[in-house]
């Protein structure tokens, strides 16, 4: 079966402190991976990519996320969190050749002072 | 550029009324998603448009759901009769490229919806 696992629903984390979110999928077919982000009250946005090249993608805020073919995973992580980073985070994959994206339950982070 | 609009914010209906959504995707983009993400779970794909043609409606509740995309522009989804497990947010996205996923999917603020 195709599907997305992210084994942490919720990741209390102090301000400054690094974090690591999991997420690990499941597909028979090549895929593009994706990280999302939602903030409270808001639509989720995109945070990063994986297409092809490099395995190591990062954003623009500082995250970064590692494609592992062997071990099927796409962990996020950053070394240092601010208080703004609280939020809901989604990994996704989407089948190289077809048009449905596969969303994860989320990890919710949140940033404590 | 404008952001994928969508509407009402929030809705509240008993059970067995009915409710529509509106989405106005970004200008251009072909392809037009409506997904339902339920309280602490991920987005589910409900429905997918290219232009104004169904691309993949396999997970659309067909017997209470429905969906159109007039003119390949904006889209309406409608539930009638509502039931209790149709309390979720109603995300509505929008992407550029017509194939492939190398684009980027644009979501909207969603529609709250609770059924009591």
């Known amino acids: 079966a195709q599907s997305v696992t992210q084994l942490d629903s919720q990741v209390p984390v102090f301000e400054e402190a690094p974090v690591e979110l999991r997420c690990n999928y499941s597909?028979?077919?090549?895929?593009?991976l994706f990280w999302y982000v939602q903030y409270p009250n808001q639509g989720l946005q995109l945070l990063l990519k994986y297409l092809s090249g490099s395995t190591l993608v990062e954003s623009i805020n500082g995250f970064e996320a590692e494609f592992n073919k062997s071990q099927t995973s796409f962990h996020l992580r950053k070394p240092s969190v601010h208080i703004s980073d609280t939020a809901e985070y989604f990994c996704a994959y989407a089948p190289v050749y077809g048009q449905n994206f596969v969303f994860g339950p989320g990890t919710r982070l949140s940033v404590l002072p | 550029e404008a952001g994928v609009a969508q509407s009402p914010r929030y809705k509240i209906i008993e059970k067995r009324q009915s409710v529509a959504f509106w989405c106005n995707p970004i200008?251009?983009?072909?392809?037009l998603y409506w997904y339902q993400q339920i309280l602490g779970q991920g987005p589910k794909l409900l429905i997918q448009?290219?232009?104004?043609?169904?691309?993949?409606d396999s997970q659309l509740p067909k017997d209470r759901f429905s969906a159109e995309r007039l003119k390949g522009v904006d889209s309406t989804l409608k539930i009638q009769p509502a039931k209790l497990e149709d309390s979720a947010v109603y995300l509505c996205a929008s992407s550029l490229v017509a194939r492939g996923n190398t684009g980027e999917l644009f979501f909207g603020e969603g529609s709250r919806l609770t059924v009591l």
């Open positions: 200008s251009g983009h072909a392809t």
């Open positions: 597909s028979s077919v090549s895929v593009y």
């Open positions: 448009f290219q232009n104004n043609g169904v691309v993949d």
